[in-house]
């Protein structure tokens, strides 16, 4: 992690302190590091005396629902549920900051409010490529495993908190580590010793990592962990370039009666296998088809997910879509499509 500078800090500050009502947004199907660093945030400018709510781009995960059940009520919002209260909020406030994502269009169909919004903006992020010029101060760190830990590193060196975890609320100190542990899929992956320093401090602190582990991974539904053994038994393909794939439509979603979230981690698990060196998970969405995708080191999920499937995000996990029917005509085109570009993208010595 490269060092936070002592001035943008104070500029930080001093946007805090000038604004009446301030607005926490993240990325469209909110993680727990989007949920996390918001609920985070917003507790420590709660903690401040500030006005602030978080309004996300559609709602938050049920899974999520121990982060987001300590934030107070009509403090949370988002703008599928509710357009009009999302705008109001907007044009309503002073400063808006940008959790976990790097420009505008990653909120969806809540973009243009945003854009249009003449707040002060500030962006908090770990993402590749920044569109540094929407906003009135940067906060960009691709070496760090997440956003809820680059904030923390961000709080801790406010003059409020001065380098000490202790003085975190506490809902804002477990929400942090929360975020943090879920971009890592708990310490598997993207772990810095800024993130090892991060947790131990946060332990110190109090925080009940048993509880966030029990609510993150020992409550899924029956139905997440039966799909996934069909998933891996039936419908994982493995191409001879060291590519896995899984294309999963929404009849089988809804056979297993299975919700948004329900699938998160999916895209990790064939990387397990030795010769895979690159995973990609393909949902039917309703207008498209949501694209996953881990890589590792050596093979760009990023470059990969930028030059075929209209995405990007980070090094070694990106994301992207399928627009039917520009790209494929339906869910049934999207294992050539894959094995095609991926053999391309594989063989191809500058992307490795
Ligand atoms: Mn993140």
Redesign the pocket.
């Known amino acids: 992690m490269n060092t936070i500078s002592p001035s943008d800090i104070a500029r930080l500050e001093r946007l805090v302190q000038d604004a009446r009502k301030i607005a926490l947004t993240a990325h469209m199907r909110p993680d727990g ?1 989007a949920v996390g660093s918001c609920t985070a945030l917003y507790h420590c400018l709660t903690d401040m005396g500030k006005d602030a709510v978080i309004v996300f781009p559609d709602p938050s995960p049920d899974y999520l629902g121990f982060i987001t059940g300590t934030i107070d009520k009509g403090r949370l919002t988002d703008f599928e549920s509710d357009p009009q209260g999302t705008a109001e909020a907007f044009s309503g406030c002073d400063l808006i900051f940008s959790l ?1 994502y790097n420009a505008f269009h990653r909120c969806g169909k809540m973009e243009q409010t945003l854009a249009e919004s003449t707040a002060k903006k500030v962006l908090i992020d ?1 993402h590749l490529n920044p569109d540094r010029d929407l906003f009135d101060l940067v906060f960009s760190e691709t070496g760090t495993s ?2 809820a830990e680059y904030l923390y590193h961000i709080l801790l060196m406010t003059h409020r908190y001065g380098g000490d975890a202790k003085k975190l609320p506490a809902a804002a100190a477990a929400a942090l580590l929360t975020g943090m542990t879920t ?1 890592t899929n708990n310490f598997a992956n993207s772990v810095f010793p800024s993130t090892l320093r991060m947790a131990s401090s946060l332990l110190e602190a109090g925080v009940d990592r048993d509880s966030i582990i029990g609510h993150l991974y020992h409550e899924y539904r029956e139905g997440r962990i039966r799909l996934m053994g069909e998933l891996l038994s039936r419908n994982m393909k493995i191409t001879r370039d060291g590519v896995a794939y899984i294309v999963l439509d929404r009849q089988t979603m809804e056979k297993y009666g299975l919700k948004e979230g329900d699938t998160e981690g999916f895209v990790n698990i064939p990387l397990s296998i030795g010769r895979v060196r690159m995973s990609c998970l393909f949902k039917e969405d309703e207008d498209r088809i949501r694209v996953s995708l881990r890589s590792k080191k050596g093979v760009s999920a990023n470059r990969c997910a930028a030059l075929y499937f209209n995405g990007g995000g980070h090094e070694l996990a990106a994301g992207g879509k399928l627009a039917v029917p520009e790209d494929v005509k339906s869910i049934r085109d999207v294992a050539g499509y894959a094995e095609r570009v991926t053999h391309d993208f594989m063989n191809n010595r500058e992307n490795m």
């Open positions: 590091d976990d770990h997440s956003t971009d």
